[in-house]
């Protein structure tokens, strides 16, 4: 039986250590939003819950920044999370801003027609704009990662038009965020502590792979 080498341990140690301190810091610069989520009832507090929505966007854009710096050999996590946060705060907070309030007036709508007669042609296309909104957003918060001086116009038309061409792979990661969600639904400190790194991960090497046709990705690096 060979042994386990060095740098295999090394590489080991360094991917827990991406994934767990990657799950800290997307729970520290988005705090009032986990706090709203854990303590409150979404059903009254959506209001508050859609205010601090858009703080997501930063955490995760700069979330799939250090995934990309990992993968391209740099060990910092830290650093790297803060300085990816500090120069993507403006576009990810507005498309984190755009999604929120998309995902409301979808929403909305969905409740207000549920009852009446229109809800049998209407409401299946709201929900399909609201799944649609989710796919572009998160394929949007993954480009500007990988090219965080594009223009926002230009990321979400991109976002958008893709998520819809190759919507396979737009269903691939949004499942993989949906079973995250109802994992954070039985267990919020599992799912937060543990499992978000790995699933965003997955979204991100997916919309990655995604966005080969605009971004130029060797089949070898995409994901």
């Known amino acids: 039986m060979k042994r ?6 090394a590489s080991i140690l360094g991917v827990l250590y991406l994934g767990l301190m990657t799950n800290l810091l997307a729970v520290v610069v988005n ?4 706090v709203l989520l854990i303590t409150t009832d979404p059903t009254t507090s959506w209001p508050f819950l859609a205010l601090s929505a858009p703080l997501a966007g930063p955490a995760l854009a700069a979330a799939f920044a250090t995934f990309r710096a990992h993968v391209e050999g740099e060990m910092s996590v830290v650093r790297t999370y803060f300085a990816a946060w500090r ?3 403006r576009p990810a907070l507005a498309i984190g801003a755009i999604g929120t309030a998309l995902l409301v007036v979808l929403l909305v709508d969905v409740r207000m027609l549920a009852d ?13 704009l609201t799944v649609l909104t989710v796919a572009a957003a998160l ?6 990662a990988e090219v965080p001086d594009a223009r926002l116009r230009d990321i979400l038309r991109a976002s958008l038009y893709l998520s819809v061409r190759r919507w396979h792979f737009s269903l691939v990661s949004l499942a993989v965020v949906a079973m995250q969600i109802a994992l954070f639904t039985q267990s919020p400190a ?3 502590g543990l499992t978000a790194a790995p699933a965003l991960y997955v979204a991100w090497a997916n919309s990655r792979y995604l966005l080969r046709p605009v971004l130029g990705i060797p089949d070898a690096v995409a994901a």
């Open 31 to 34: 705090l009032p939003l986990v």
């Open 190 to 192: 599992f799912a937060l």
């Open 139 to 144: 394929v949007a918060l993954v480009a500007l």
């Open 4 to 9: 386990v080498t060095h740098s295999t341990w």
């Open 87 to 89: 120069r993507m705060l």
């Open 116 to 128: 009446t007669a229109l809800s049998v042609a209407v409401v299946p296309v709201l929900l399909l």
